[in-house]
């Protein structure tokens, strides 16, 4: 009986010092702000990049990969004439496959020919030549062109002042919460950053494709302003 009377004095003992601890750590538990912060950059592009397709479909083979080969030799020599760089224009890949119509009367499949296709790619410094290199590759014969990605020299500077923009908005949309909760904004504890990269203007898929329909369309494209955004969550400490 001795034995257990002690045993439970020395519990009591051990959890009056518990108790104390416990609620001490509870009152050490960060007060804190979390938010998150948007800054935005627009820019004039000055780099556009391109993704076309040749595409011919013939019975014989040999006869549409030559087809395709021409107009990618002329695509390439057209990039020459408009004094891009020979390392910023190249052949992203050949594809040929045959190809079959289902004959509901014979009850199976018939070859009707080969398909092939030539994937180019190309870079421009001068975006005064953009509308030319488009309209200069349709007539070449190119068969499809990609809605142009735009994208300026110095985007990485500007991802920098739009990673700097966020932050500020980060700040300010702490300190007007701590204002009106009446505390007082103490130092950063955490941030995290994203950048996002530029999007390609609205419009500019409408505008490619209409370029074959217009009597100038070389001198007509204009590619607008790209925007560099980017995103931060920051939490901040709070002083009652």
């Known amino acids: 009986?001795?034995?257990?009377?002690?045993?439970?004095?020395?519990?009591?003992?051990?959890?009056?010092?518990?108790?104390?601890?416990?609620?001490?750590?509870?009152?050490?538990?960060?007060?804190?702000?979390?938010?998150?912060?948007?800054?935005?950059?627009?820019?004039?592009?000055?780099?556009?990049?391109?993704?076309?397709a040749v595409q011919r479909r013939d019975l014989n083979m040999q006869v549409a990969r030559d087809a395709t080969l021409k107009v990618s030799r002329d695509f390439i020599a057209l990039c020459s004439r408009l004094g891009i760089k020979e390392s910023k224009v190249r052949t992203a890949g050949l594809t040929i496959q045959p190809e079959y119509r289902w004959d509901q009367k014979q009850g199976l499949q018939v070859f009707t020919g080969y398909f092939v296709q030539r994937q180019l790619e190309v870079e421009l410094a001068n975006l005064d030549k953009l509308g030319e290199l488009i309209e200069g590759a349709i007539n070449a014969g190119v068969n499809e062109v990609s809605p142009p990605e735009l994208d300026n020299s110095q985007r990485r500077e500007l991802g920098r002042q739009a990673l700097a923009a966020a932050a500020t908005d980060a700040r300010s949309n702490a300190q007007r919460l701590a204002d009106t909760l009446g505390v007082k904004l103490g130092a950063l504890r955490r941030l995290d950053a994203h950048s996002i990269a530029p999007a390609t203007p609205p419009g500019a898929m409408l505008r490619v494709n209409a370029l074959s329909a217009e009597a100038d369309a070389g001198a007509s494209y204009r590619p607008g302003e790209i925007s560099v955004d980017a995103h931060v969550s920051a939490t901040f400490d709070i002083i009652p």
């Open 1 to 52: 009986m001795y034995i257990h009377s002690r045993l439970l004095a020395c519990c009591l003992l051990a959890a009056a010092f518990a108790a104390p601890s416990a609620a001490l750590a509870d009152d050490d538990e960060p007060r804190t702000i979390a938010v998150s912060g948007m800054g935005s950059v627009d820019a004039t592009p000055d780099i556009a990049r391109l993704r076309l």
